[in-house]
């Protein structure tokens, strides 16, 4: 991590750490060289006292309990929203800094929502839990930011084809097993989700709400205005599971306010830091799923006006980038990255009563 040598090691709390998004956040601050002191990996009980290697290092599983937070400077959840919504504040009231990746807290107003290049000023009042978004919004917003920023946004459409292992590791199994008994001319068992996912596309993600949509379809909507700072953006989606282990890919249709030319819309996506165009439709080259897996980047591509919109102020493009990375873990790191550079780690409360405390010592 660049500008932080001098830096104090944290420590860091993993929770969820047996988890497909626990596992790529270690990957993560270790790739990054986050730095780190002591690093905490928690699960539930069930994992208690079990161990992974990581790197060839030997780390123990203890269970995510209150006390286990002690001590801890940042904690990374990844272990669904019950278990955060129970021990991020335990952790938070022991002075840890909680970046959760559950819905849990996304929605509350005083809680930052944060993609670390779109709204990053967003942690300075943290006061002890920051929200990372949802994948499917995570890779959606840093684009629509050029185009907020440039020729103003007035709706958006997104259809989504997301990965099984936005579902979790359980699901990676599920498809790699229903793979397998196809081709043994076995039935495929379904169990993670409704109908097997294997050769099918299936438009239920998260639970159904009472108008008929689905619940990630209202998160991208909600976290979409959230983080843009659009609290009436109009936005519509449709979420849809298919047979992909790792990467989520979008179909984007965007109204803007004034005329924009897929050119310049090329040319103001290149300039977002952790944005790559790829579109030479001549080449076949667009972004793929199996080409974003296992990076950092959102991958663009397939720009073009959308002539159903007036006077030019319509576009479509395909957006790809790896949920378990950019879509989760590595914009959970990067948050805290953002918080070591600019001295947020603790709570804005706290930060302000140290200090006072300095200045009354004389220290400051
Ligand atoms: N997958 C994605 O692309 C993605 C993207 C963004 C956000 N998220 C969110 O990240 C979270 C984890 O997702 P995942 O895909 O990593 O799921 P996963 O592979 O099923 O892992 C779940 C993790 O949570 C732990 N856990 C479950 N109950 C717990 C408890 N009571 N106390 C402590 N730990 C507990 C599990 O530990 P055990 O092994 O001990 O059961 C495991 O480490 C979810 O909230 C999900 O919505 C996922």
Redesign the pocket.
């Known amino acids: 991590m660049p500008g932080t040598s001098s830096r104090p090691p944290l420590t860091v709390a993993v929770?969820?750490?047996?988890?497909?998004?626990?596992r790529t956040m270690i990957q993560v601050l270790r790739e990054r060289r986050f730095p780190i002191g002591e690093l905490r990996l928690?699960?539930?009980?069930?994992?208690a006292g079990k161990h992974v290697t990581i790197d060839g290092e030997d780390h123990a599983?203890r269970?995510?309990t209150p006390d286990a937070f002690e001590g801890v400077d940042i904690a990374l959840f990844?272990?669904?929203?019950?278990?955060?919504r129970e021990?991020a504040p335990e952790a938070a009231k022991r002075g840890a800094t909680v970046i959760d990746?559950?819905?849990a807290w996304r929605y509350e107003p005083d809680i930052p929502l944060v993609v670390s290049q779109v709204n990053p000023d967003d942690l300075e009042g943290h006061e002890g839990i920051i929200a990372?978004p949802?994948?499917s919004t995570m890779q959606l917003v840093p684009v629509l930011m050029a185009l907020r920023d440039s020729v103003g946004i007035e709706r958006v459409v997104v259809d989504t084809y997301q990965s099984v292992?936005?579902?979790?590791?359980?699901a990676v199994a599920e498809l790699e097993a229903q793979i397998a008994a196809h081709a043994a001319g076995q039935p495929k068992q379904a169990t993670v989700y409704p109908h097997p996912i294997a050769f099918n596309a299936l438009p239920e993600i998260d639970v159904f709400l009472e108008d008929g949509s689905t619940k990630e379809e209202w998160k991208v909507i909600a976290e979409s205005r959230k983080i843009l700072h659009l609290p009436d953006l109009r936005v519509a989606c449709t979420a849809v599971r298919v047979p992909v282990f790792y990467a989520h890919s979008e179909a984007v249709h965007v109204e803007t306010r004034e005329p924009i030319t897929p050119a310049h819309a090329r040319e103001l996506f290149g300039r977002v830091d952790g944005v790559v165009v790829q579109d030479d439709p001549a080449a076949h080259r667009y972004p793929l799923a199996t080409n974003a897996g296992g990076t950092d980047d959102i991958y663009v591509g397939r720009v073009r006006q959308d002539a159903s919109i007036p006077d030019g102020r319509g576009l479509s493009f395909w957006v790809v980038s790896d949920?378990?990375r950019k879509?989760?873990a590595t914009n959970a790191v990067q948050l805290a990255e953002v918080l070591v550079q600019r001295g947020w780690v603790q709570a804005a409360g706290r930060r302000a009563a140290s200090s006072h405390q300095r200045v009354a010592e004389g220290v400051a």
């Open positions: 929770v969820g750490a047996t988890g497909a998004v626990g928690l699960a539930s009980a069930r994992s599983i269970e995510a990844s272990a669904g929203g019950g278990t955060s021990l990746n559950s819905s990372n949802n994948c292992s936005g579902t979790g590791h359980k949920n378990l879509g989760a």
